[in-house]
């Protein structure tokens, strides 16, 4: 919010320079963001009177005038072509050698034939007006000579109001804000509408239908106005202020809103139907042509206002065209009303219009404001514009509410803010906030929690309790810690002492993310890329997945941004194939990535999230790799990853067993269900690997003809990882190894060829490991090779090769007889 200081000095006295006032009044929460100077780009810019205005000799568009800048000076000479001006008036001259806003200099030059000696300023030249045609007339008692920086230069704070403080948006709540920094008294604006003729409800009735979005519609009725420009002080004010003048009566609802926070609008009542205003939710079909001169399509939840035959106004937000003041309106009505502030935010957002009053609605109104902005409107109106203001308002709920009572012990504010404030002295600095203390009941109890029930006080703590009588305006109060931000806060947080903490430290905790941390670190040491996408997806994500629209494990946003981030990710895929994408389209088509995400699913009707690992791997394996030649990536290359990371981080070995998978998405043949084996002998699922179908790829534009993609549960994993990890005596013999190549059908799992191998290689046999497969002659159709390496671990004796072979033999015996298998010759 721009903030006049001008302005702001009219009700409350400020001794501060106003960088001093910025950093008091963002040590208060109220952060200034900048400090302006209206005024610091005019040079040489006077106050000078017109002696004689009279025709331009050579060109009728144009004028000739006589202007003094200071009695006794020489006169100048000035050409002009504005039709405002008249002798007598004082007006702004840049004299030669002036400086005016974006670098203009003025001189002296001849303009149709004529010498100029200067140039008459307009407010827009200026930046005080938005009027570029005429000239910026002044006061006839501004001082001669007088530099105009000097009488209508002014400093403007640009103050950022956060959220919870509605109030402050406003000079008077600024105000509020500057006395309790500084102990200033604020001074309201004194309010009294000249009223006379009939009454208000002589002319309007109102009508609310919805109270629960609409609780108070105050209105008054005016005639006998004359819209016209606005005193060029009041001009010159608003647009310090940031907003644009538009006529007399515009301009004093814009003024009220930015005096005292309330958003007023006026209506022409000549274009109110019947004389009655409707407060109601828009019917099917109802349109309206907004201020903005668009036509929107109502929805049905829209708050509107209007008349018998139609809407006039979207509530809170903006009028309709349709009922605009403009040139030749001469009766008015004045709605000053009270809004939900939920309802304001959603219709603000689903029309697109953020507007002045929809942001203060939107934060929450003082109750009484909303008399007191129909009177301040019609008090101004009267004065800028004539006419006169009918008797008396139409007001739905006369009756303001009582004032909130807050109870707090100053003692636990104390010991909340880590200060010593004693309770006198609390009372004093929230008197400088406008909050009226007094002390506790007998029986009194104390909000900790907003929305809660309050806490019953003892006795003993109640007759030490104090209660504050919380303003209308200060709805960010509600609980007691509340209190004690805002003693914090008028004491200055800059007076909190620095002090270590007093109480002993807690016991160790293990680091619930150091396993994910740990998965981290060893997959980007083995060279992929960490990447994080997000967590809402569109339902044609889940779609590809198999998870259709009515999916009742789905969770959807009840209020998203955009369809394309609608739904909790059910999976990690879509995004990483996103991401596959988006490479390709960089000309990066070698990928290996992973993501630690959650994933979000309904079961049983709650909500639960399980953290994930997601590898993704397309392109060329090792694609910079200078000892291997490049190749394809396949399903090996992630089966082989998750085997070194389970064994890394939970010492478990994985198997492999076909699964029940998504037959569009994962490639038939080549896909993978990953089971840890456990010491204990369980055995835990704990993710996939698959070759995504190419149909999938096609699906999602990709261009790789091969894309592996893994799954890990790391909640699972987690599970797997001993609380105690055990280490095995170090082997004193050295180990044997044996190599055999044994062909089975193509059929057959690899895993339950090791599966045989590890039942029948006895006590001695200590890992298998896989390292090559063929297909192809000399082998039949339909047959493969599979290489392993047995590997023979001692144990307490020396191994002799007699042993070594009875143990291989063994082997071999098992995989003919249950598999079918033979030696590769």
């Known amino acids: ?462 007759a030490e309790a104090l209660v504050a009588i919380v303003p209308g305006h200060r709805r960010d109060l509600a609980i007691e810690a509340d209190i004690a931000e805002e003693v914090a806060r008028i004491r200055g947080y800059d007076a909190v002492p620095s002090r270590l903490p007093d109480t002993s430290m807690p016991g160790y905790r293990p680091d619930p993310r150091l396993m994910v941390d740990r998965v981290r670190d060893l997959l980007s040491g083995r060279g992929l890329n960490e990447v994080v996408t997000y967590s809402l997806v569109s339902p044609q994500d889940h779609a590809s997945l198999g998870h259709d629209a009515q999916d009742p494990a789905t969770i959807r946003a009840a209020n998203p941004v955009s369809g394309e981030h609608s739904e909790l990710r059910r999976s990690l895929l879509p995004q990483l194939m996103r991401v596959l994408v988006d490479n390709e389209r960089q000309r990066r088509p070698d990928l290996a990535v992973f993501e630690v995400g959650a994933v979000h699913a309904l079961v049983d009707g709650h909500p639960k999230e399980a953290r994930h690992l997601g590898i993704l791997l397309a392109g060329a394996a090792d694609p910079l790799s200078w000892d291997r030649p490049s190749r394809p990536v396949d399903i090996a290359d992630a089966k082989g990853l998750l085997e070194w990371l389970v064994e890394r981080v939970a010492g478990a070995r994985l198997r492999w067993e076909p699964g029940p998978l998504h037959e569009a998405l994962y490639h038939p043949g080549r896909s993978a269900l990953a089971i840890a084996e456990l010491e204990s002998g369980h055995r835990v699922e704990l993710g996939l690997v698959s070759e995504l179908d190419p149909r999938y790829l096609t699906a999602c534009e990709a261009q790789a003809e091969r894309v592996v993609f893994a799954r890990l549960d790391l909640d699972g994993l987690g599970r797997t990882v001993p609380a105690v990890q055990r280490v095995g005596d170090l082997e004193r013999l050295p180990a044997l190894e044996r190599d055999i190549a044994v062909v089975v059908a193509e059929t057959q799992p690899a895993g339950a060829v090791e599966a045989v191998m590890r039942a029948a290689g006895g006590p001695l046999l200590a890992s298998v490991l896989l390292f090559d497969r063929y297909e192809g002659a000399p082998l039949g159709p339909g047959e493969m090779s599979l290489a392993y390496r047995l590997r023979f671990e001692p144990g307490t004796r020396t191994l002799d090769e007699d042993g070594i072979e009875r143990a291989v033999a063994s082997v071999v015996d098992a995989l003919r007889e249950r598999l079918g298998a033979r030696l590769r010759g």
């Not at 610091?40 to 144009?62: C, F, I, K, M, Q």
């Open 1 to 462: 919010m721009r903030v006049p200081l001008s302005w702001l000095r009219e009700f409350v006295d400020i001794d501060l320079s106003p960088e001093a006032l910025a950093e008091r009044l963002t040590l208060l929460g109220m952060e200034v963001k900048g400090v302006h100077r209206i005024g610091a780009d005019w040079s040489s810019v006077v106050v000078g009177e017109l002696l004689d205005v009279y025709a331009h000799p050579s060109s009728p568009r144009l004028s000739l005038t006589r202007v003094r800048t200071a009695e006794g000076e020489r006169e100048l000479e000035i050409v002009c072509g504005a039709t405002n001006i008249e002798a007598g008036q004082r007006v702004p001259v840049a004299l030669p050698g002036a400086l005016l806003p974006g670098d203009r200099s003025i001189g002296v030059t001849r303009i149709a034939g004529i010498q100029s000696e200067g140039m008459l300023c307009s407010g827009a030249e200026l930046g005080l007006t938005p009027d570029a045609d005429g000239i910026l007339i002044l006061d006839s008692e501004s001082p001669l000579g007088e530099p105009l920086g000097r009488l209508l230069g002014d400093t403007v704070l640009d103050v950022d109001v956060k959220p919870n403080r509605g109030d402050a948006l406003s000079i008077l709540g600024l105000a509020r804000e500057v006395a309790a920094a500084t102990g200033a008294t604020v001074r309201e604006p004194l309010i009294a509408v000249p009223e006379s003729g009939d009454a208000t409800d002589d002319h309007l009735s109102v009508t609310v239908q919805d109270v629960l979005r609409c609780p108070r519609f105050v209105a008054r009725y005016l005639d006998g106005l004359t819209v016209g420009p606005s005193p060029t002080a009041v001009q010159v004010r608003l647009m310090a202020a940031g907003v644009r003048p538009v006529s007399n009566v515009v301009d004093a609802s814009n003024y009220v809103m930015l005096e005292l926070g309330k958003p007023v609008h006026t209506f022409d009542a000549a274009a109110v139907t019947e004389d009655r205003l409707i407060v109601r939710t828009a019917r099917p079909g109802e349109r309206l042509e907004t201020l903005d001169h668009i036509e929107r399509e109502l929805s049905a939840d829209t708050l509107v206002i209007a008349d018998p035959v139609g809407p006039l106004a979207i509530a809170g937000v903006m009028g309709g065209a349709s009922s605009e003041v403009r040139e030749g309106t001469t009766q008015v009505i004045v709605e000053s009303a009270l809004f939900q502030p939920v309802t304001i935010r959603r219709t603000a957002q689903a029309y697109g219009l953020r507007s002045e009053a929809s942001l203060r609605f939107e934060r929450g109104q003082e109750p009484r404001m909303a008399r007191l902005g129909a009177d301040r409107a019609a008090q101004l109106i009267v004065r800028w514009a004539g006419g006169r203001a009918a008797m008396g308002a139409v007001d739905t709920d006369p009756v303001d509410p009582p004032a909130t009572r807050l109870t707090f012990r100053p003692a636990r504010i104390a010991r909340l803010l880590g200060m010593s404030v004693s309770g006198d002295g609390m009372r004093d600095l929230l008197a400088r906030a406008g909050i009226v203390t007094e002390p506790a009941a007998a029986r009194s109890s104390v909000a900790i929690i907003a929305g809660e029930r309050p806490i019953p006080l003892d006795p003993d703590a109640a």
